[in-house]
């Protein structure tokens, strides 16, 4: 699973001072789980330039062939898209989906893919991780650092929340959304900025 | 076309802006919302749409003439306790009438206007209706955002 000279063409015309290496996806997606002790290892489905995005997609399973992620992870990267986390445009990472097949998950496993995914976003430029959260999502991404796209319209409605239960509709920090508020969102926009 | 959008929640106004002519004009927002209304007006509204297997971006800048919609649609559809109402008013031309010995102000009193009012209440019906000039949109502007 390797980056094409095309693909990193993309990226360092597009994105400039970003910084690529031919293993950059293989070396991300390649995690060690604690229980199994057999690493998770990425096989590609896709990577290529679509349009004006670079897009991948792959998935997880051990060397004995036992799935890791349900599903594909599927990554989206534009060069030139507004920030929602403030003022300009630039190069901003749209997630589509990270689940864990059942057997894998609260093992650090997502913990471990995102920081590495936000590792390489900052070597290769990357500003902004933009994605809808839903089911369980939200509290699980509120905990990683990702924050609400819309803030006003969240804390609008947890005011209204609150109101109605008699809580505090004070937050001092996102991860003080209590998870039965925020399980009444099937589609939440959440972005991280990356410093 | 003018379009007003409101927003609100079961437990407060949010904000009353207009669009005319490609400019946003607030006429009356919760402190707590300024930012999010000031964020609209400079950058637009950035939504992710599906789009077969992918989710593409779409950008609509807040002066453009979709943008009002757009924004209603986007709040409705991740913020259910949002009550939004979409407003548009066709601007008609004002016609001479001197030539036929009828003065204008004549014509006021009686102006059933065609102001054609689009409601959409937390993703309820919409409905049509005729309003006489002023009744459909009379914001009291207060906190108006600098334009």
Known sequence: ???????????????????????????????????????????????????????????????????????????????????????????????????????????????????????????????????????????????????????????????????????????????????EFLRGYSWLPLIKVLH | MRETLSIRTDLEHLATIEWCEGSLVVHAVHPEYETAVERWRLQGLLEWLPEGEAVVPRHTPSSDRLFLGRLEAYLRTHYPGHHTVLQATPTTPVKSTEARGIELGDLLPMAAAAVLTFSLVGGGAGTLELARPGQAFSPTPTGQVRP
């Open chain 1, 1 to 179: 699973m390797r980056l094409t000279r095309e693909h990193a063409s993309w990226l360092v015309t597009n994105i400039p001072g970003s910084h690529v290496r031919p293993d950059d996806l293989e070396r991300t997606y390649t995690v060690h789980p604690p229980i199994p002790s057999a690493p998770a290892l990425p096989h590609e489905r896709r990577v290529a330039i679509d349009g004006d995005a670079l897009v991948w997609e792959v998935f997880l399973e051990t060397d004995t062939s036992v799935a890791v992620s349900d599903g594909w992870i599927a990554r989206r990267l534009y060069a030139h898209i507004p920030f929602a986390g403030g003022i300009g445009e630039g190069a901003v990472a749209h997630h589509a989906r990270l689940v864990l097949a059942p057997d894998f998950r609260r093992r650090t496993i997502g913990g471990t893919i995102c920081a590495n995914e936000e590792r390489l976003y900052r070597r290769w430029g990357v500003r902004e991780i933009h994605l809808h959260a839903k089911q369980d999502g939200p509290t699980v991404w509120i905990r990683l650092g990702f924050a609400p796209r819309d803030p006003e319209s969240l804390l609008a409605e947890f005011r209204r929340w609150a109101a109605r239960r008699g809580h505090d509709p004070h937050l001092r920090d996102w991860a003080d959304l209590p998870g």
